[in-house]
């Protein structure tokens, strides 16, 4: 039994495995297809759909909307979330596991019911389709992800040297600015980058929130899937994937540092 | 560290990340509901709205169907995902990072990209039937994509590393030695698996199918753009309600019962699993 799962089980998590990665590597290989259907493998290729995405002026557009709301999202989560994180690593109060679960609510609580009471109070105050509200409204979905990595980061800052800061005189938030921060750097990009991606690629709040003039990508998507599957959807989730590794793979720079440092 | 005033403090750092997740979330939610089931309609009419609603036809479907489609997406997740899960938890290097790769790339793509790749497959002209019509295996293209399979397709491959990431943490705490002294003594491996290894993943497995559960029940975009006309979830249900037909009290009523029975799978979720294991993080 033993021998045959050792042959058994690489080759089927060989077989998951390209299930998991081949559909993304596909969209990309369409993306660069030069066939106005979706043919596989592309009979020619070109950049034409790329040129499509980057040379139409409302998908540049919705690009533009995407990036500020994913920037006022991150930086409004991953500040906030930071003092949070490090209250949860270096204090001790009742309740901690029920508030710190109440603060991964937005990443639990169905996003169609979330989006929908969102939009109906934005709605009442004039907010629909308003950029820093929008940022804001993602910066709680984001804040889960923020919280999660800063948690494993600042369990890895050695409190001695900020007891250390603290008896040599250093008041508390520049003990925070000079031995925290830079300690933590590493792990508060990492969570700026993962609070990025999560409203860059968020899309039923967005789907309820934006309107014409503020469309993100994820919702321009959405929009053309419903009419037809057409190539220029596959350029623009090339680039998203692009996106996506880009963070990733800072990520994996970052860590090494973080992992060199310790 | 100032231990006397120690809970002051953390409840002062802490407050700006709840004072915004009060007036972006919970503000929203409780808004919402108190507005339209109480403000909006009489509330001596809201048992009945209830009871019309829950009851009703579409919402009956839509329940059992939200049901059936989750609990086999649970159930192909769990059977997906304990291999890898073991294989990762078993294996280091090259071969582990390359595993890792193919679950965590997928993971942190834009849900709408991944529900888009597979629908560019399943598609009745897309990548598969080409292949099967090219290979000779079938003439006319299957119907694969707007179904309940294609809905179970997507779902699976969305929340598949979640199953994976929750099943290698229970598997990474498990003592070594354990299932060596097994064999030691004599068991062969299945033995081993059945009565040492798989009890010690069991509450990796629970905290796993709970998780994707809940996510399931309440998902909205890979139903909504790979299911068929008849297949609908009851996240696409309140979203029809308020889309199409302006029917507030009833998208209301729907939601709060799809919330409250997330609420209380999280509860349940929240006893059984260290709450920071969630994502794998």
Redesign the interface.
Known sequence: MERATERILPLFVTAICLVLILPIAIVIVLAFSGQTFLKFPPDSYSLRWFAAFFGNARWQASLWSSVVIAVIACVIATSLGFFAAYAFVRHDFAGKKFLLSLMLLPIIVPTVITAIAMYFLSAKFGLVGNVLWIGACHAALALPVVLLILLSTLQGVDVNLERAALSCGSSWPRMMLRVVVPLAAPGIVSSALFAFLASFDELIVSLFLTNAATQTLPVRIWNSLHLEVEPTIAAVSAFLIAVTAAVLLLDRVLRGRRAAKA | ?AQTN??R???L??L???A??A???L???V???V??LLIDASPSALPDTIVSVVTSRPMLIATVATNWISLLVTATTLL?GY??A??LANRDGMRFA??V??????Y???????T??????L?R???VN??LIGSGLIQEPLPLLYNKFAIVVGMT?VL?PYMVLTLYAAMKAIDPTLTRAGKALGA???YVFRRIYFPLTLHGVISGSLIVF?LS?????TPA?MGGPSDVMV?ML??RS?EITLDWPT?TVM?LF??LV??AL?AIY?RVTD??R??G?
């Open positions: 560290m120690s809970s403090q953390a409840l750092l802490m700006p990340s709840y915004m997740l007036l972006t979330f503000a929203p939610l808004w919402f509901f507005r339209v997906l291999p890898i073991y294989y390359l595993v790769f193919c679950v965590i790339v997928p942190f793509t834009s849900v709408i990209v991944r888009y790749s597979w629908m560019v497959l598609g002209n897309g990548i080409q292949l491959y598949l062969d491996a299945f809940i029940i309440g998902f909205f975009i753009l996240a309140i979203e308020i998208a939601s799809l919330l997330t609420l999280y929240y709450i920071r969630l994502m993080g």
